[in-house]
């Protein structure tokens, strides 16, 4: 819901919406707005779940007859849909309120629904359908439904099955779904809902705590005694929050009339000499669309509030808004103040107490965040932004202020450490899709919107005007040929593989893998799923989908690349619900060949024997301690045993735990509480264990350590694994500003790694950029590759067979 595009005179060209496939026709009038589930539940502020439906057309539809209907989000054979009757109608533009289960928490009321019943919703999952007719609906799947004539709309959120197209993002306590856009139906809910703060709209307009919106008092043209910069004052939380302001007057800079509905106001007659206080503040009509213009001089009464994206008890920081709004028109067609043109913030990100930084004295020119908070509902401008992270279904895309920060070769700015934070970094956020943006592009000449504050990424241009769009014309990387004496391994996450996916990502993949890596010998694969991908039904085989990748790689020339992976148990290690994703090996048998012990499964531990006074494993391939507590709820790591001219390499494929549930990097708290750390220490520890003990048995032993590690190469996990000196972290190798597989808000990072053991001194290495990068994605990581000469075990013996191997390269070559 918070935020999406505002509108503004006629500065903005009219953007349209990616067309998706329909699952059946897009309802022209009465439709799902907004369905939440967490009401009365702990920590929600609603006491009740509900159902806003909405008119889109030009007259009033009669409920009479109608229901609201409500299923699990895995409905089973004897799962049934609740049901609510409707009767009455709704107006052309407006709602339609429908009140259900009422729970013993929360603080706020419905405003008086127009509806109501007993069903008790999913707070996170679940499908809300719009029927004609009071029986209780029988379909419980997406095709079904979509076949019954009698749903005339349909919502599933978060993990539900029965949807259209796909379902929006899962909900909470304090979460809603609503219509991204005004009342958009393409019949795709991830496409037409957001996820953001319930805003439940009565017909008669009403919002909770918000009274009538359509007052007729005898109004007051006379300002009252705070302005706009009283509001914000000079720290992160308003002096005035939670007290009603009369009449502050403002001229309108933009309007936003879906989703996050309001508008902006600034002062431009009585601003103050404070550097430190903005003298813009965006003013919420929550369920209402704004009735005011660009240009019209207002004044607006109202409650201070600080809206926190993502909830309250989230690391966010918060956007000062006036609530439930009263507003005056004085006058119209004013101008409208230039803006502020925003370019090389302070290189400082944000003050570090140890603590929260709400309460400081704002430093705008010390600190990048403190100078976007000091500008926080002014308009501003940025010229030439240049992008550092792709565009997004979203419509979002991340720029630069500060275009020679820590540039990398490519156009990106790559994030070097934890106290050298890049502050030029900027979300601009717009209404529909954006042109497809790469790292590296331009948007030329003048962006102009309203600096705020949001959910992923922080501090926001909400555009009212975007640049020309420019390509850098980014090519997709493709990697030096290996010689014939050289081993290559490569790690590839790949996103969430299942065999349901469309073919295109298995092409695309495949592309990146004969092409672009040019068929490596051995490949660790992160985010393999299972057969059913989401499907959570207790199906754990992924042979389907590592076949159908390995046809792609056939089909676009590659080799008949052979497997070794090991079912995990059901659902215990993370990942998307069901999914139960897994590392695995793709292996060349004409380059490689595999040591096969059987023995491996998802609980026994491999081991490292002696075998002709060498190290080998127990099993193979085999999972590395995978009862210690420190793999809980994650991968464990895949150890594999290869022959390469003779000579053993023992791969591990990794996925170490996410980053889920660390604060954000630009929240309220400084430095950022990276909980999520502490299992990825535990994980490193236990991998360093297991090459220890190869160590200890072989110091010769040829290690590669792959995959999505989850971690920066500064981490402590990484130095855990690295910092003996026995191990090295292959990025390293680089230059600093290429160390980076990642974009992520921005930051060109490094998630995934080839780490290796010392010995292997003869090497090349690579991160081959092709995705990461650029909005088309067949996946969020780019792969890497190393090519190297594994170890005999004997230095005198490797130089011989170093040179004899390099003798053959230049005849054959």
Request: glycine letters at 10%; hydrophobic letters at 35%.
């Amino acid at each position: 819901m918070r935020p999406t595009l505002p509108v503004v005179g006629t500065a903005v060209a009219a953007l349209v919406l990616a067309a998706v496939p329909a699952v059946a026709a897009p309802s022209t009038d009465a439709l799902i707005s907004e369905v939440y589930g967490g009401g009365g539940n702990s920590g929600a502020t609603l006491t009740q779940d509900f159902v806003e439906l909405a008119n889109k057309g030009a007259s009033a539809v009669s409920l009479d007859g109608y229901s609201v209907q409500y299923i699990s989000a895995t409905p089973g054979a004897s799962t049934q849909w609740g049901v609510t009757p409707l009767t009455g109608s709704i107006a052309p533009g407006r709602t339609f309120l429908v009140a259900e289960a009422k729970g013993t928490g929360g603080t706020v009321e419905l405003p008086a629904p127009d509806a109501t019943g007993t069903i008790a919703m999913s707070a996170t999952n679940g499908t809300i359908a719009l029927v004609s007719g009071t029986a209780a609906l029988t379909c419980k799947t997406a095709a079904d439904c979509a076949a019954d004539t009698r749903i005339k709309d349909l919502v599933g959120y978060g993990t539900a099955v029965v949807r259209e197209g796909s379902a929006s993002g899962a909900l909470s306590n304090t979460t809603s779904a609503s219509r991204a856009t005004a009342l958009g139906d393409t019949d795709d809910n991830s496409a037409d809902f957001t996820v953001g703060n319930p805003t439940p709209t009565n017909s008669k307009g009403e919002t909770p705590g918000g009274g009538d919106p359509d007052p007729d008092p005898d109004p007051d043209p006379t300002p009252g005694d705070k302005r706009v910069h009283d509001i914000q004052g000079v720290t992160r939380i308003s002096p005035l929050n939670g007290q009603k302001v009369t009449n502050v007057p403002g001229v309108v800079t933009g309007t936003r009339a879906t989703g996050d509905r309001g508008f902006w106001i600034q002062d431009v007659t009585d601003p103050d000499a404070d550097p430190r206080t903005s003298e813009g503040v965006f003013v919420y009509t929550a369920g209402t669309a704004p009735t005011v213009a660009v240009g019209d001089s207002v004044l607006v009464s109202g409650t201070i509030a600080e809206y926190r994206p993502g909830g309250e008890t989230g690391s966010n920081q918060t956007l000062t808004e006036i609530t439930a709004p009263t507003t005056i028109t004085v006058s119209k067609g004013n101008p409208v103040p230039a803006p502020v043109v925003v370019k090389n913030v302070p290189a400082g990100y944000l003050p570090a107490p140890g603590g929260s930084i709400e309460q400081l004295p704002l430093e705008p020119a010390k600190y990048g965040l403190d100078y976007f908070e000091s500008l926080e509902g002014t308009l501003v401008q940025v010229d030439d932004a240049r992008v550092v992270g792709p565009s997004n279904r979203f419509g979002e895309v991340w720029v630069t202020v500060n275009p020679d920060q820590n540039r990398n070769q490519r156009g990106g700015t790559t994030y070097p450490s934890y106290d050298q934070q890049n502050s030029g970094r900027l979300k601009i956020k717009t209404a529909g899709p954006l042109p497809a943006a790469n790292v590296g592009d331009v948007f030329a000449g003048a962006t102009v919107g309203a600096i705020e504050y949001t959910n992923f990424g922080g501090y926001t241009l909400a555009a009212l005007a975007l640049g020309a769009h420019t390509s850098a014309n980014l090519q997709r990387e493709i990697t030096a040929q290996q010689k014939e004496s050289e081993l290559s391994v490569a790690t590839y996450n790949v996103e969430n593989l299942d065999p349901s996916d469309p073919q295109d990502k298995f092409d695309r993949l495949a592309e990146g893998v004969t092409t672009n890596l040019r068929s490596p010998d051995v490949v660790v694969l992160e985010e393999i799923q299972d057969n059913n991908g989401a499907t959570n039904d207790g199906v754990v085989a992924a042979d389907q989908t590592l076949q159908k990748l390995s046809d792609a790689i056939v089909a676009k020339g590659g080799p008949r690349y052979q497997w070794r992976q090991i079912d995990p148990e059901n659902l215990k290690d993370g990942g998307q619900p069901g999914g139960n994703i897994r590392v695995g090996f793709f292996f060349n048998p004409q380059r490689v060949s595999f040591v096969d012990r059987p023995g491996g499964d998802f609980k026994t531990p491999v081991q490292v024997v002696k075998k002709n006074g060498r190290a080998a494993l127990s099993v193979s391939p085999g999972r590395i301690d995978p009862l210690n507590d420190a793999w809980e709820d994650s991968r464990k790591p895949l150890a594999g045993e290869f022959k390469f001219r003779g000579r053993t390499v023992f791969v591990v494929a990794n996925h170490f735990a996410s980053k889920g549930g660390d604060e954000a990097i630009h929240g309220r708290n400084q430095p950022p509480n990276r909980t999520s750390e502490v299992q990825r220490m535990k994980q490193s520890a236990s991998l360093k264990a297991f090459t220890e003990q190869l160590r200890a048995v072989d110091k010769g032993a040829n290690v590669v350590l792959a995959g999505d590690l989850n971690d920066y190469q500064f981490s402590p996990a990484l130095k855990t694994l690295t910092g003996d000196g026995n191990l090295k972290a292959l990025i390293e190798s680089l230059p600093a500003n290429e160390r980076y597989s990642y974009v992520f808000e921005g930051n060109s990072q490094t998630l995934d790694h080839l780490v290796m053991s010392r010995n292997i001194t003869r090497f090349s290495y690579d991160v081959v950029h092709i995705n990461a990068e650029f909005a088309d994605q067949a996946s969020d990581h780019d792969p890497q590759i190393v090519r190297a000469r594994p170890s005999t075990g004997d230095a005198n013996v490797d130089r011989i067979v170093f040179a004899l191997e390099d003798l053959i390269d230049r005849l054959k070559k």
